[in-house]
């Protein structure tokens, strides 16, 4: 009997010191290390699980971030990374002074941009739409059909494209009657970037309409029955309570969506460009491949890859500042 009184003793006081911690913990009267040791003992669980992706992430991404000094070097792959000579700037030097640094930075700019001014409002109003939709195996037959283009290989989405696209193709037989000269369109430099951004759309938004419809089940029904009551219309109800609701995932996606804009889909404009079209869609991402990969110019293409992804880091920095000033919503 006393065994079991103790037994009781110590867990109660062991649950009561737990409460304690976790008041203390968001008392915020602990120091920094204070505030991690205490958070520690408390999800001391949750940290264990983070183990194996932190692991990841240091071996997979962080760690060949190694690599990156040889943008500061004239690597030889006999002499490694180390043992290389050190050139300072010299790489980025010449890329900022090369020929096509204003064309391939223009196109990455200009590409990214219609991307996201075309591509990134899509997967909201898809989502919309079928959130409006009163038959539920009608709406879910839509998001398997926008979804499927999701996980077909770029490979043969492009080789689609081609296909579509070339002079009797499909799509130019269509529009030859409308007057539409019947020639590859591919190797017209004014429809490279139409044919670009309208693939990319039909690509994505399916998959990418997934989050706001998620976003959309968690908005509660009983804004809607009130708005209702005060007799709000679909529109009023659209523009007071739904696209509200949806504003802080939609800052979200916008806040990644920027810090992708640099990284434009180098493999479908690879996949898709030719020597015709170099002068509109040769971006950042694929000059990086024909230096590394055809020219084995590697400190040069580290260098550029380097410029890229410090452009992109500032982008996400900055936009989620201005979004946080703004809207009050971002990452962090």
Not at 73 to 83: I, L, M, Q
Not at 144 to 169: E, K, R
Request: net charge positive.
């Amino acid at each position: 009997m006393t065994i079991h009184m103790q037994k009781g003793f110590f867990m109660r006081n062991k649950a009561e010191k737990q409460k304690e911690d976790e008041a203390r913990l968001m008392s915020g009267n602990l120091s920094t290390g204070q505030k991690l040791r205490k958070d520690f003992s408390v999800n001391k669980e949750l940290y264990l699980l983070f183990i194996p992706i932190f692991v990841y992430y240091a071996i997979f991404h962080y760690g060949p971030m190694i690599g990156l000094t040889i943008a500061f070097k004239n690597y030889s792959p006999a002499r490694g990374f180390f043992a290389s000579k050190w050139v300072g700037l010299k790489h980025f030097k010449a890329f900022f002074s090369d020929y096509y640094f204003s064309r391939i930075l223009g196109n990455t700019i200009r590409i990214s941009l219609y991307t996201l001014v075309f591509s990134f409002p899509m997967p909201i109003i898809l989502a919309l739409l079928i959130n409006s939709l009163k038959s539920r195996w009608y709406s879910k037959m839509v998001q398997t059909i926008t979804y499927l283009p999701h996980f077909i290989s770029i490979v043969v989405i492009c080789g689609i494209i081609v296909q579509l696209t070339n002079a009797d193709g499909a799509i130019t037989q269509i529009l030859a009657p409308l007057g539409v000269k019947q020639a590859t369109m591919l190797n017209n430099p004014k429809l490279f970037l139409p044919i670009y951004i309208i693939s990319g759309v039909w690509q994505t938004i399916g998959w990418n309409s997934i989050i706001y419809l998620s976003a959309l089940t968690a908005i509660d029904e009983e804004l809607y029955e009130a708005a209702r009551i005060d007799g709000a219309g679909k529109m009023r109800q659209l523009f007071s309570i739904t696209l509200p609701c949806l504003l802080p995932t939609i800052v979200i996606m916008l806040i990644l969506q920027v810090g992708k804009m640099f990284n434009v889909g180098y493999e479908k404009i690879i996949l898709l460009y030719n020597p015709l079209t170099y002068e509109v869609a040769d971006v950042i991402s694929t000059y990086v491949y024909r230096k590394g990969l055809l020219e084995f110019n590697w400190s040069y293409s580290a260098a550029v890859g380097m410029f890229n992804s410090v452009v992109s880091f500032l982008l996400v920095f900055f936009t989620n500042k201005l979004s946080k000033h703004v809207s009050g919503n971002s990452l962090w």
